[in-house]
């Protein structure tokens, strides 16, 4: 869900959606209220949290910023139980570089071709994933995030078609301020995308936290399936919208994924693979594919 300048904001608070205006401001790193970062952080929305139904009546627009043509998304597994065979994070790791490996070339990614000229992609063509065996903080804010991703860039060298994504275990969380996602205490999202500089020369990144609370679950889903969904969510939406100026709905500030985020119900899809609907502006609705 949108936190954006100059332009109608959706938040949520207390389990109530409300629409509100951001200042502007010429400072990129700006902390507002209710949320930090509000300048640069995109959530996806908690289930039960959905968007009016009016959001879903419109079709995205342009606003000239860049999107990413051919993209690529490494993964940076924060937590020793990513390595560790005897875990079951050791085979969720696996499932979400296998997911990543397919994805780029699914009709469930082929749904966002009819964005300026974005193409099917081998996502898992970039540099090496990491498996970061220290143990993440409990808390992990914004700032801890930006510095993994940093950190990464310093020795892997950088892409500007990259998406970084940085996994973390079910004994950590995501703060953006006293926003949080699941295990945290302001439950607001299950996931965000964000970025670092400006124009296409910018960082853009994501954070994934574990799907462990019911707001952020599929009923029938597995654990990595839930997270297949936010994978599947913030990609997509890196992609058409990295930097905040690309494409979303003008009116209420939500970009493709968030109309359809939760509703219609995510499914199972191409190679069995967890996957959610698309807005499609050449239906004119959320589609699986194209």
Known sequence: MQSRNLKLVLTLSCGLLAV????????????RGPFADADHVVYMPVQGQQLPSWVNKANISYHGGPTITSAKVVFIFWGPTFNNAASPDFQYARTLQAYRNQFGTTGEYNTITQYSGIQ??????????????STPPTNVTDSTVRSKVNSYISSHGFNSSTIYEVVIPRTSYSSSGSSTSCGGPGLAYCAYHSWIGSGSGATKYSIQPYPSCGGCQVSGFSDVEDEEHFVCHETREAVTDPTG???YDGTSGAEADDKCAWSPTPFRGTNGYAYQYEWSNANGGCVRTR
Do not use: C, M, P, V
Not at 20 to 31: L, T, V
Not at 120 to 133: E, I, K, V, W, Y
């Open 120 to 133: 099917l992609a081998n996502l898992g063509s970039g540099t090496a994933d990491l498996f970061d065996t």
């Open 245 to 247: 100026t690309g494409w």
């Open 20 to 31: 509100a205006a951001h200042a502007a401001s010429e400072d990129a790193e700006a902390k």
